[in-house]
């Protein structure tokens, strides 16, 4: 009993959100200059994780671009000169919101271009199965009499009354 309460106990504190990955040798002496690094990091995408900002990951390379910000701040770069740095060396990418440009329109309009194209083809298949008929058309007089001579019957049936 005792090991499935510390085993429960484990589970729940596995899944628990992990904490900013930031050690205490990065964090800048200045607090607004830390501030000023810490908003400029979480705009950046960590390129090993790729779905967190560089401030949230634990992986080697978050831990240098946190650095690179922090050391362009303290060389006296302004926050947008800072970011901008980053970005030439590692494209619009590691932007977390990358901007609307002729290179990025493919990410920003892709999505609701293809569930726009996905909503007109099905409603072009609905209309061609609607419009479709639904029971096959009866059959002609010589129709009936060459299905006849194929069953082997010597008259064409008659027809059912309604």
Known sequence: M?????LALLLMLAALPARA???P???LADPALE?????????????VCQNQSIDDSNAPLARDLRILVRERLKGGDS???ALAFVVARYGDFVLLRPPIKATTWLLWF????L????????????????AAPATPAPLDPEEE???????????????AAP
């Not at 005792?2 to 510390?6: G, T």
């Not at 501030?35 to 390129?47: F, V, W």
């Not at 892709?110 to 271009?113: N, R, V, W």
């Open 35 to 47: 501030a000023r690094a810490r908003g400029i990091t979480k705009q950046l995408r960590c390129l």
């Open 115 to 130: 569930l726009i194209a996905a909503v007109i083809f099905l409603g072009l298949r609905v209309r061609r199965r609607k």
């Open 25 to 27: 040798d990065e964090i």
């Open 79 to 81: 926050d947008n000169a």
């Open 145 to 159: 009499k060459k299905l006849a001579t194929l069953m082997g019957e010597a008259a064409p049936r008659p027809k």
């Open 110 to 113: 892709g999505p609701a271009a």
């Open 21 to 23: 990955a930031i050690s």
């Open 2 to 6: 005792i090991r499935r309460l510390a």
